[in-house]
């Protein structure tokens, strides 16, 4: 049985947050109902978007984000986990906040990369991720290739957040997956050894199967090391 509490941050969004509650319970190797985890899931979709305060266009998430962080407080978990990668600029601030565990999926990530001998990678993330360096700072002696800023805006950020056709949009096959494989194998051409899902938009819909090298989700990362911890 396992006996821990866990809490995912979410709501950024919300389709993301069930989707990594899904991947918790099917990751879990159990013989009934009572050996699950119990989870808690906070989801605010209320938070401000992320990039846009990065990047000086929006309010800033922070406040919102703290009130999640305040109310699993109450919650007695164990352990939690935010997520959405752009968030984790916002880390060193949250984490004075949490009386639980705050797992950091990038460190997770940089644990994960190391042991699997990955030197350079290609990461597909929002703009203000990529703006944060978040990537450069976590993944310790390991190579971070962006795409161009046109393929950044015209592909990987239009299949994320185009209000008609985008994943935020509720639009899951077909124009987003096609955008972000474009931008995944122009990753792979200038040398990354894998790419990486650095938004869990992108995470959700791509396959490995797509593209000719590994990808790595760091949610699937972090979750693998929260039920084996």
Same mark, same amino acid.
């Given at each position: 049985?396992?006996?821990?509490?866990?809490?995912?941050?979410?709501?950024?969004?919300?389709?993301?947050?069930?989707?990594?509650?899904?991947?918790?319970?099917?990751?879990?190797?159990?013989?009934?109902?009572?050996?699950?985890?119990?989870?808690?899931?906070?989801?605010?979709?209320?938070?401000?978007?992320?990039?846009?305060?990065?990047?000086?266009?929006?309010?800033?998430?922070?406040?919102?984000?703290?009130? *999640? %962080?305040?109310?699993?407080?109450? +919650?007695?978990?164990?352990?939690?986990?935010? #997520?959405? =990668?752009? !968030?984790?600029?916002?880390?060193?601030?949250?984490?004075?906040?949490?009386?639980?565990?705050?797992?950091?999926?990038?460190?997770?990530?940089?644990?994960?990369?190391?042991?699997?001998?990955?030197?350079?990678?290609?990461?597909?993330?929002?703009?203000?991720?990529?703006?944060?360096?978040?990537?450069?700072?976590?993944?310790?002696?390991?190579?971070?290739?962006?795409?161009?800023? *046109? %393929?950044?805006?015209?592909?990987? +950020?239009?299949?994320?957040?185009?209000?008609? #056709?985008? =994943?935020? !949009?509720?639009?899951?096959?077909?124009?987003?997956?096609?955008?972000?494989?474009?931008?995944?194998?122009?990753?792979?051409?200038?040398?990354?050894?894998?790419?990486?899902?650095?938004?869990?938009?992108?995470?959700?819909?791509?396959?490995?199967?797509?593209?000719?090298?590994?990808?790595?989700?760091?949610?699937?990362?972090?979750?693998?090391?929260?039920?084996?911890?």
């Amino acid at each position: 049985m396992n006996d821990k509490v866990i809490g995912i941050l979410g709501g950024m969004g919300p389709e993301a947050s069930a989707y990594y509650y899904t991947q918790i319970v099917k990751r879990t190797k159990v013989s009934k109902d009572q050996d699950h985890f119990h989870v808690i899931v906070e989801s605010n979709p209320k938070i401000p978007d992320r990039t846009k305060s990065i990047l000086g266009l929006g309010e800033s998430p922070l406040p919102e984000l703290i009130k *999640s %962080i305040e109310r699993l407080n109450l +919650m007695n978990i164990d352990q939690a986990f935010i #997520t959405c =990668i752009t !968030s984790h600029y916002f880390y060193p601030e949250l984490v004075k906040h949490a009386k639980f565990e705050l797992v950091n999926a990038l460190e997770c990530l940089n644990t994960k990369l190391h042991k699997d001998g990955i030197k350079k990678v290609g990461l597909l993330a929002t703009s203000g991720t990529i703006k944060t360096q978040l990537f450069n700072h976590y993944l310790k002696d390991i190579e971070v290739i962006v795409p161009s800023e *046109s %393929i950044q805006s015209n592909y990987v +950020m239009d299949a994320i957040y185009h209000p008609e #056709t985008g =994943i935020k !949009s509720g639009h899951v096959e077909g124009y987003p997956i096609s955008q972000l494989i474009h931008a995944g194998q122009s990753l792979i051409e200038n040398g990354a050894e894998v790419l990486i899902g650095g938004c869990t938009e992108i995470s959700m819909v791509l396959k490995k199967e797509m593209f000719s090298v590994g990808l790595y989700d760091p949610m699937i990362v972090t979750i693998d090391t929260l039920i084996n911890k």
